[in-house]
T-cell receptor, first 114, second 112 residues
């Protein structure tokens, strides 16, 4: 158990809908990262937050947005969902955002868009 | 998106054999991490490397941070069936954002 929690574990929804994925980082970690993993693919970095502020952006679509709250949990919002958005979405956390901090991953949320 | 070149893509090995895999990049990295991912689960951190030339072990796993800072290697000795899974490398860029770039993964299958 990495200490990172994600809810829900599974989510099935229809095209055009909007969903929210939630992540709680490890105790003491200030930085949260979101990744997307499509079937048999590697991890694609979406976005990073550090202590409530956006720190880095990756290949995140305009239909997707995220935020980190004062209690450090984070939410990833996916809207106008398309079939191609079906994937595993992982959250990871680290103590800080510098060059020597390891990321620990949550168990993921499997999103299926039908 | 940007990814590291990881090889081999997949491998079948006999139980008890040693395994080697590597990641290469055209960019210099500050940190290398190696993860193992089981199907449907989140990646689990195996080894973290912080200095060029560093060699670090974790049980039967040994990883090295390449001298050029553009590559890293992971070795698994005396493989066992539970080593099955996908192994990912991740390199942290030297840009100010310190984000991680992930390798394409090596899928390991161990034959008993």
């Amino acid at each position: 158990d990495s200490g990172v929690t994600q809810t829900p574990k599974h989510l099935i929804t229809a095209t055009g809908q909007r969903v929210t994925l939630r992540c709680s980082p490890r105790s003491g970690d200030l930085s949260v990262y979101w990744y997307q993993q499509s079937l048999d693919q590697g991890l694609q970095f979406l976005i990073q937050y550090y202590n409530g502020e956006e720190r880095a952006k990756g290949n995140i679509l305009e239909r997707f947005s995220a935020q980190q709250f004062p209690d450090l949990h984070s939410e990833l919002n996916l809207s106008s969902l398309e079939l191609g958005d079906s994937a595993l979405y992982f959250c990871a956390s680290s103590v800080a955002a510098g060059p020597t901090y390891e990321q620990y991953f949550g168990p993921g949320t499997r999103l299926t868009v039908t | 998106g940007q990814q590291l070149n990881q090889s081999p893509q997949s491998m079948f090995i006999q139980e008890g054999e040693d395994v080697s895999m590597n990641c290469t990049s055209s960019s210099i990295f500050n940190t290398w991490l190696w993860y193992k991912q089981d199907p449907g689960e989140g990646p689990v951190l195996l080894i973290a490397l912080y200095k060029a030339g560093e060699l670090t072990s974790n049980g039967r796993l040994t990883a090295q941070f390449g001298i050029t800072r553009k590559d890293s290697f992971l070795n698994i000795s005396a493989s066992i069936p539970s080593d099955v899974g996908i192994y990912f490398c991740a390199g942290q860029t030297t840009s100010g954002t310190y984000k991680y770039i992930f390798g394409t993964g090596t899928r390991l299958k161990v034959l008993a």
